[in-house]
């Protein structure tokens, strides 16, 4: 029987990252008002709050690639950017501005994210290569494949208005892709704790051991997840290149981070086991939140990335330290 | 005799390290083949010193590794030593280089500090914190030097080029045509490097990164190792800094930002494993020119610069598997022994 008390106890970290929300927004407001001079509702206000969250979207949906691999045991994904960035890229030629070659864009952002985490996933989960180096060498070589198909030509192409509606324009005042994230949040909280393949993940995250004893494949599910996490960021390519209106080189790289401190903020377990993707949403809102802050205060990039790497630590600290005492 | 040469040649080639020098000697010969003249002295100092940077990096990177963390942000702890250094130092005033030195110190120890304590003590896990702290430091490198800038004093170019120092006595001129200040200073961290492993704290090092719990239980203070561990380590990324600030005369915050896969992936080629406790540092040296090397011969052979990054992931991939398959192998061998 679940008392006010015990739901308090078990979302603690969801509370939190609400609280932490709710506190940078007034904080921010009091400076801007108070200290800055602006006028009141420059910086909290309805308006303010919905273009936040759209902002967040986009951390949020890392996030969610970040989580899915996390949630097996602690790797980590940072090859997510650049597939997102590629798949933008090929998708944007062959959309071409129309909706009739939708489809096919779509399939191919999401069999290209798919390869890059198939073999992400084979060198992390069977030749037991650190997750780490692997991903991001694989970024490197994105990166590479990028830099290669787009020299001396210009990236041609926009997406399809199908795609610029839902990326980047409003139904009144609440930006779409803010109604997809949350229609995502719910088939992405029913997948993961009430399928079978969540479930599974989740156990292979919180002990393998035990999971290997219960008869399941632990190597197969962890390299499900990397190419779940790069069919993902296929899909976030072309949700990019909508909200941008065309492709260019450097898409990705600029949530890559974001996205895993939202996890870590929200309180998602760095060691794996956990699956809450509210809580990351909630995360990469206290981000975006943040930086806005930065950005109003005149701080620009160096704050943002200082900040960043502060908050991580500190969530961290609050959240991950290994506490065991010997 | 026959069987004692024998014994000895199965002796050197059951080393680790000989697949690793092997595979160097290869790119040696491939390079003086593309490049005519590979071998004069002009050519090897030049080479030597943009190899500089990486080297250092990586020894530190594999003292770290072998302790049993890594250091993501060892890059950008070198791009903020060198803004700060750049900033400090005005070019008419050779005082503020003493400063500016002093500063960078300073900055070292903090580096060091923090990522010993947070690795350390904290026992957060090494990976995420140091790529944390990356941020952290290369935020503060943009807050001083937003956009590339900075002078550095004339006195400081010893870092670099003997000849280039003004009023530099000419004996020591004559002894940087021989031995140029990036050779020196890979000398002296090979030196330090030497005496410490040979210490009790290279000792503790090994324990540490082999297997944290039993170092713990038998004694050793393991907070204390990691954190003079990733000392050591940014002791090599100030001399990394100091060299940079004397060859550019400026500072950027985004010099280091892909320095610090290549640092892990130089280690890793040069045979310290990233599971801690084995490997031989100086190795990293050999594995920071393999990689440095690579993308020489990319370069002579016309492939593209847009292949650059491919091409070093794909090393770096080939790399660590290849650690990989020979750890499991070794473990294969000895199971066999055991059986």
Not at chain 2, 7 to 17: C, D, G, M, P, W
Not at chain 2, 263 to 268: D, L
Request: with cysteine; aromatic share 10%.
């Amino acid at each position: 029987m679940m008392n006010s008390k015990n739901i308090l106890l078990k979302y603690k970290k969801t509370f939190i990252a609400l609280l932490l929300i709710v506190l940078t927004f007034v904080v921010g407001e009091l400076i801007m008002v108070g200290v800055k001079g602006a006028d009141p509702g420059s910086f909290l206000s309805v308006n303010q709050v919905l273009i936040t969250i759209k902002l967040a979207t986009f951390i949020s949906l890392f996030g969610l690639c970040e989580m899915i691999v996390i949630s097996t045991g602690g790797d980590m994904d940072l090859s997510v950017g650049w597939i997102a960035t590629l798949a933008a890229i090929f998708s944007t030629r062959i959309m071409d501005g129309k909706n009739q070659n939708l489809l096919i864009a779509i399939l191919i952002a999401i069999g290209v994210g798919a390869a890059f985490g198939l073999l992400n996933g084979l060198l992390v989960s069977y030749a037991k290569l650190p997750s780490l180096v692997v991903t991001l060498a694989m970024g490197n070589i994105i990166q590479g494949l990028i830099n290669a198909y787009t020299t001396g030509i210009h990236i041609s192409g926009e997406p399809s208005p199908i795609v610029k509606k839902l990326a980047a324009k409003y139904t009144g005042i609440v930006p779409n892709i803010v109604t997809i994230l949350l229609i995502l949040c719910i088939i992405v909280i029913i997948i993961i704790y009430k399928t079978k393949i969540g479930v599974k993940l989740l156990s292979i995250g919180s002990n393998p051991n035990t999971a290997y004893l219960s008869g399941l494949n632990i190597k197969l599910i962890r390299m499900i997840a990397f190419i779940a996490s790069g069919a993902i960021a296929g899909i976030i390519g072309i949700l990019l290149v909508g909200n941008a209106g065309t492709a260019y080189k450097d898409m990705g790289s600029n949530y890559l981070m974001p996205g895993i401190v939202a996890v870590v903020v929200g309180g998602v377990s760095v060691k794996g086991g956990e699956g809450n993707y509210f809580a990351v949403i909630l995360g990469a809102i206290v981000l975006q939140t943040l930086t806005n802050l930065f950005v109003s205060l005149g701080w620009g990039d160096a704050g943002k990335w200082t900040g960043y790497g502060l908050i991580l630590i500190l969530m961290l600290i609050t959240y991950v330290r290994n506490k065991r005492s010997r | 005799m026959k069987q004692k040469l024998y014994n000895k040649l199965k002796f050197f080639t059951s080393k680790q390290e000989f697949s690793t020098i092997i595979i160097l000697l290869l790119m040696l010969v491939g390079m003086s083949l593309l490049q005519n003249g590979f071998f004069t002295r002009r050519v090897i100092v030049s080479n030597i010193n943009a190899f500089l940077p990486l080297i250092l990096l990586s020894m530190g990177q594999a003292i770290v590794i072998v302790s049993g963390g890594l250091d993501m942000s060892c890059g950008n702890a070198m791009a903020l030593m060198l803004c700060a250094m750049t900033k400090i130092m005005k070019a008419d005033s050779p005082y503020t280089g003493v400063i500016a030195i002093l500063v960078c110190i300073l900055l070292s120890l903090a580096v060091g500090l923090a990522n010993g304590f947070l690795v350390g003590y904290l026992r957060l896990p090494a990976i995420i914190a140091t790529y944390a702290t990356s941020y952290i430091w290369l935020g503060l490198a943009l807050f001083i030097t937003p956009t590339p800038g900075g002078e550095i004093v004339n006195w400081f170019k010893i870092f670099y080029d003997f000849s280039a120092v003004k009023g530099c006595a000419q004996w020591i001129k004559t002894i940087g045509s021989v031995l140029a200040p990036s050779v020196i200073m890979i000398l002296l961290a090979c030196t330090i490097w030497f005496f410490i492993g040979k210490k009790k704290l290279g000792r503790y090092i090994y324990a540490v990164g082999s297997h944290d719990d039993n170092a713990y239980y038998s004694g050793i203070s393991t907070t204390k190792v990691h954190i003079k561990a990733y000392v050591i380590n940014s002791l090599f990324i100030m001399m990394a800094a100091l060299y940079f600030a004397g060859q550019n005369g400026a500072g950027s915050a985004n010099i280091g930002e892909t320095l610090t896969l290549q640092t892990v992936a130089a280690a890793v080629v040069g045979g310290v494993a990233l599971s801690g406790g084995k490997g031989n540092v100086f190795m990293a040296i050999v594995g920071a020119i393999i990689m440095s090397l690579v993308s020489k011969i990319i370069y002579y052979i016309n492939v593209p610069s847009a292949w650059q990054s491919f091409v070093s992931g794909v090393i770096i991939i080939i790399a660590i598997s290849a650690s990989a398959i020979y750890s499991y192998a070794e473990k294969r061998n000895l199971l066999r022994e055991v059986n």
